[in-house]
């Protein structure tokens, strides 16, 4: 998501931040840089010329041209700005009981697979959810829609096969709901390949019907312009309240998230990042800001991490890590635990600077099937040889390479690795004192961190706003981002790179 504009982006502000002085001129070429890239990246050309100018006007300031780094002040619009056009602050749901949810959209955009997600994450959040299949048109809809709630395990109201007036649906799930405890009713609508009258006249009539709390339009990041204009058109038949972009893990450039909200007027809610019922989120727009430029979002990946790790098996873990007793069955633990939280890519994406390490990165290098080979590795062990790996003689390594189906040489290097994070993480080191600064932790938080809230963790945006963060920057390297390049093997160069390092060897082709 955003990679294409992400990597033109860093392009244009890298010329700026190594600027002594800024110019009129040169804050012209950067502008036009930036303007291609948001072009590039489908944005709608009104939402990009206006926003590049207030972006220029700003940057022309007299309080930016006298700073000592204007190049970073111009950075820091661009960025705040960013958050302004994506909606400024997040967009809740209105949700006062008894709530009701219209779900709209096109047939491919994933209305019925959104209706579920939307449903499981209400259900998180201590809402009572049900689901309606009001979709009469596509052919096994109903039933889909009865299996993914089956899976979440949320009631779901489903007409028979033969039904065709979908009011009296609408009117019957009513009645059915009246038997049920709940507190959010969400409706799966029907869609078309294209928008037409029939569509529109039937969505009118349900949305009368309903007088729903909630229109929400789920849209195709990957259409792009398409979007905004089927945003229009679905907004004009049902007055939408607000939009779900779905697909934003399959779309490189990211357009329509940065039109929508400017040519429609309309938040955009929540957003899905894939297939999986739990790839699913709140819309932030100023972590989806830093996201863009390659800040990362620390804060969602804590969230993700309090919402599907175990926290005691993680400290368990963090805890051996450190007093060197890590072993085997911990990696494989570990393993487990990182792919609960998505694929490697987009768990690493919310790092800041990921973009320019990626690009470091061997074809290939974040391919999940190298976990599984590596897991595969760790379950060919026997017991003994998982605890202590001082057993694995040259013998018992021919039989784990047999038995896992890779190469002696990948068993080998595997191995290898491994002593070294084992050493890394447990030494005296940046990482080994970035570990011992994240085993002070009580309770799941650092030192100086405030209490917990709600949701049981720490609010980290009230954190970063009053700087109350721990001081990590001497375990840090240039840019924020622990330093990598010495746990690669050396220079950031990857024809440079030496051939020791866990990370190198770890991502190396095989």
């Known amino acids: 998501m955003f990679s294409l504009l992400s990597d033109k982006l860093d392009d244009a502000f890298r010329k700026l931040r190594g600027l002594s002085k800024i110019s009129e001129s040169n804050i012209a070429d950067a502008m036009r840089d930036i303007r291609m890239a948001l072009l590039d990246a489908d944005v709608e050309y009104s939402v990009a010329r206006e926003f590049i100018a207030e972006v220029k006007s700003q940057a022309m300031g007299e309080k930016v041209l006298k700073t ?168 004009k038949a049902v007055g939408l309240t607000g939009i779900i972009l779905t697909k934003l893990d399959g779309d490189a450039r990211g357009g329509a998230a940065l039109s929508m909200r400017a040519v429609t007027g309309k938040p955009i809610k929540f957003v899905g ?120 003689i040259p013998s018992r390594r021919r039989r784990i390479a047999k038995g896992s189906g890779v190469s002696e040489i990948e068993v080998n290097r595997f191995i290898k690795n491994f002593k070294e994070m084992k050493e890394m993480m447990g030494g005296k080191g940046k990482m080994g004192g970035l570990m011992k600064a994240m085993g002070g932790m009580q309770g799941g938080a650092m030192p100086n961190m405030p209490a917990a809230g709600p949701n049981g963790m720490p609010d980290l945006n009230e954190m970063m706003k009053s700087g109350n963060m721990p001081d990590l920057s001497s375990m840090m390297g240039a840019g924020g981002m622990p330093d990598l390049s010495s746990l690669m093997g050396g220079s950031r160069k990857p024809k440079q790179q030496k051939s020791g390092g866990f990370f190198n060897n770890l991502f190396r082709r095989k």
């Not at 979908?166 to 009713?185: F, G, M, P, T």
């Not at 006249?201 to 009368?208: P, T, V």
């Not at 849209?219 to 945003?231: H, L, W």
């Not at 391919?367 to 998982?386: F, H, Q």
Request: proline share 5%; aromatic share 4%.
């Open 68 to 235: 000592v780094k204007p190049g970073e002040q111009i950075v820091k619009i661009f960025r705040d700005e960013l958050a302004k056009l994506l909606g400024g602050e997040a967009s809740e749901l209105n949700l006062t009981p008894p709530a009701r949810i219209l779900v709209v959209g096109l047939n491919g955009a994933g209305k019925t697979t959104t209706s579920a997600k939307l449903a499981r994450k209400l259900k998180m959040e201590g809402k009572k959810p049900l689901l309606v299949a009001c979709d009469l048109i596509r052919p096994a809809a109903i039933d889909q829609l009865a299996t993914l709630a089956r899976q979440i395990e949320v009631p779901v109201y489903t007409p028979s096969a033969s039904e065709k007036d979908v009011i009296r649906v609408a009117k019957d799930a009513l009645r059915w709901a009246e038997s049920q405890e709940h507190d959010v009713i969400i409706f799966d609508t029907a869609g078309r390949q294209e928008v037409d009258e029939d569509l529109v006249a039937e969505l009118r009539k349900l949305a009368k019907f309903l007088s729903p709390q909630e229109a929400l339009l789920v849209a195709d990041a990957a259409t792009g312009q398409q979007a905004v204009r089927v945003a229009q058109t679905f907004d």
């Open 273 to 392: 990042e894939g297939e999986k019922l739990d790839m699913f989120g709140h819309f932030v727009p100023v972590r989806m800001a830093d996201r863009i430029l390659g800040m990362g979002d620390i804060v969602g990946l804590v969230e993700k991490a309090a919402e599907k790790l175990d926290e005691e098996s993680a400290m368990n873990s963090m805890n051996r890590m450190m007093s060197g007793e890590f072993n085997f069955n911990d990696f494989l633990n570990q393993m487990r635990m990182m792919q609960k939280l998505g694929p490697l890519e987009g768990l690493l994406k919310l790092l800041p600077g990921f973009g320019k390490l990626r690009k470091q990165l061997p074809e290939g290098a974040l391919d999940p099937k190298r976990l599984k080979r590596m897991e595969a590795i760790v379950l060919s062990m026997t017991p003994a040889e998982r605890v202590n790996y001082k057993l694995l």
